[in-house]
């Protein structure tokens, strides 16, 4: 889908809490035969009708899982420094991977006697900080970190999306065409392991390779390294990946966080005067560059669910009993209410309250593993205009108390009140095009939640509407 210029911010950028602030719901009414009812619909009824008020729980849902549009996974969003990078394969939504492309800062001029006379590299280290979040299995496996040199100049003035690519230059720039690593997000790392040197906060220490290290050394004297603008010009940026990991299993792997804006290059050398006994060290900054998050999903392999898969497909059914909201682009839930609009066949209503109940699929919750996959701390809902570009409902302007949207734990269920969406669309104001349900801040997260759909015999998503006839 295309999004109005106000929305991708708010689906990219996680801004739930600057979203949802505005004006909290002060006035509530209560009345015997329905749950505590809003305001809304009040406002176009008499004073009279306000007891006349009736509930309604069969509105009828369509239900179906689409592919996730992409997002907006640059600086702009992890300006925190935050990023994702890793490989995992569910037992229900398939393989995804998490990769990085990003530039590479100098923090200082290179002068042509900054690395002495005749510098010799001794290594090359790059360092990802973990951020300590790992989404996936507490049992980690193995994972394989490529490094490659990014072709095409990148900048902050461009806005990057998570299907964005970049070509790349041949040739892998780690130490052995691959850095093995088991993610480690709580351990401290002890230098070259030398019992001598201060430990270092959990970190990747990932060695690259010398030539990579020496090629820097090099240019020291050809006006490459002058600033920061030639060096970008000179050395675009790295793209960070483990997307050639093999050898998970079902439910093996990590999506893991790093802190960015705190990783670096360390460049170890010596030269003609310190001599081999002394090295030297430069540090190269990945904070304060263009950067951004790519996403891959494959929703064909062995061990897909086969509903998902044929709802992200061309031979999906129309209404489902079981649909799918993954983070980092992955799916989505279009839902309709296509007699909706029956409602006035009598005359216009008042809409007090209008429940959205999403159950969180419990019938084969063992498979779905919410311990191992945990479902998002919070959903976000979008209207969809006719030319499919999406819009902020009216109900979420309102405060999260009120609109709802966050995992009850305890009943495994998120709740919505899309009162004034419902009201809107049968005076006219917005047509009857469904929404869409997302993962709140899913280019920030992984997490994957699986829904009761419309037509589950168990615990099927709902309309529950409380209103008042209109006279």
Request: hydrophobic share 35%.
């Amino acid at each position: 889908m295309k999004i109005q210029n106000s929305i991708p911010q708010i689906l990219s950028r996680a801004i739930g809490a600057k979203f949802f602030f505005i004006l909290p719901l002060s006035i509530s009414l209560c009345f015997t035969s329905c749950d505590e009812s809003s305001v809304v619909g009040l406002d176009v009824q008499p004073e009279n009708d306000l007891l006349n008020v009736e509930y309604q729980d069969t509105t009828s849902i369509i239900t179906r899982t689409l592919k996730g549009d992409s997002l907006i996974t640059d600086e702009t969003l992890i300006s925190s420094g935050i990023g994702l990078i890793g490989k995992y394969v569910d037992p229900v939504f398939g393989t995804a991977t998490a990769s990085m492309y990003t530039q590479v800062r100098l923090p200082s001029a290179i002068l042509s006697n900054t690395f002495g006379t005749l510098p010799v590299c001794d290594s090359i280290v790059l360092s990802l900080v973990y951020d300590g979040v790992v989404y996936g299995k507490t049992d980690r496996k193995n994972q394989t970190l490529n490094v490659y040199q990014i072709a095409e100049d990148m900048s902050t003035s461009t806005v990057y999306y998570s299907n964005k690519t970049l070509s790349l230059l041949p040739g892998d720039l780690t130490e052995d065409d691959g850095f093995v690593f088991k993610p480690r997000p709580l351990d401290s790392v002890q230098v070259f392991d030398n019992p001598t040197k201060p430990e270092l906060k959990p970190q990747i220490l990932a060695h690259m390779d010398v030539a990579f290290g020496q090629l820097l050394l090099n240019n020291q004297t050809t006006g490459n390294l002058a600033n920061n603008t030639a060096f970008q010009s000179f050395f675009k940026g790295i793209y960070i990946t483990t997307e050639n990991t093999t050898g998970l299993a079902s439910e093996e792997g990590n999506i893991v966080h790093f802190k960015m804006g705190e990783s670096k290059i360390t460049l170890y050398y010596h030269n003609s005067t310190s001599g081999t006994a002394t090295s030297l060290k430069y540090d190269l900054g990945l904070g304060s560059v263009a950067r951004f998050n790519n996403f891959k999903h494959d929703y064909t392999a062995i061990g897909v669910n086969p509903d998902l898969a044929a709802q992200v497909g061309t031979s999906g059914a129309s209404q489902n009993a079981t649909v799918f909201v993954q983070g980092m682009s992955g799916t989505k839930t279009k839902i309709t209410f296509p007699y909706l609009m029956n409602w006035i066949n009598d005359g216009m209503i008042g809409i007090n309250k209008a429940e959205l109940l999403i159950n969180v699929d419990t019938n084969l919750l063992d498979l779905y593993r919410l311990d191992t996959f945990a479902a998002p701390t919070n959903l976000l809902i979008f209207g969809i205009n006719d030319d499919g570009t999406t819009y902020a409902i009216p109900d979420a302007f309102e405060g999260s108390t009120y609109f709802g949207g966050s995992l009850n734990t305890g009943t495994v269920q998120y709740k919505f009140n899309i009162a004034r969406y419902v009201q809107q669309v049968l005076t006219g104001t917005k047509n009857n095009n469904g929404l869409y349900i997302l993962a709140s801040n899913g280019a920030g997260f992984a997490n994957r939640v699986v829904i009761a759909g419309a037509s589950s015999t168990t615990r099927p998503m709902k309309l529950n509407i409380t209103y008042t006839k209109l006279h």
